[in-house]
Nanobody, 119 residues
Framework: QVQLVESGGGLVQAGGSLRLSCAASGIFFRINDMGWYRQVPGKQRELVAVISNGGSTTYADPVKGRFTISADYGKKTVYLQMNSLNADDTAVYYC?????????????WGQGTQVTVPS
């Protein structure tokens, strides 16, 4: 079993910045990739950014140029630096990771952290 614990959410004014962190723990052989998704009520969860074990990154169009994903896989931690935040970024942000375990590749989610940017 793998656990993901997020931190760093909160309330920030438009134009401000936040940094999210997600730490993984548990039993696994390798982190394949980790990333961030977000969800607002009534909408599907959507990809924000993902970083592979090799460091390749992918960003959703709305956050390109404003958000930066990074990882320290030695510390089993992924970060999301969010700059120039606006009201459309308000959502619950979920950490996701794909891990190589004894049962094969498995997908895990964190509990979510709220990010609120008042309009």
């Amino acid at each position: 079993q793998v656990q993901l614990v997020e931190s760093g959410g909160g309330l920030v004014q438009a134009g401000g910045s936040l940094r999210l962190s997600c730490a993984a723990s548990g039993i696994f052989f390798r982190i394949n990739d980790m990333g961030w998704y977000r969800q607002v009520p009534g909408k599907q969860r959507e990809l924000v950014a993902v970083i592979s074990n090799g460091g390749s990154t992918t960003y959703a169009d709305p956050v390109k140029g404003r958000f930066t994903i990074s990882a320290d896989y030695g510390k089993k931690t992924v970060y999301l630096q969010m700059n120039s935040l606006n009201a459309d970024d308000t959502a619950v942000y979920y950490c996701n990771g794909r891990f190589q375990t004894m049962l094969g590749s498995r997908d895990y989610w964190g509990q979510g952290t709220q990010v609120t940017v008042p309009s």
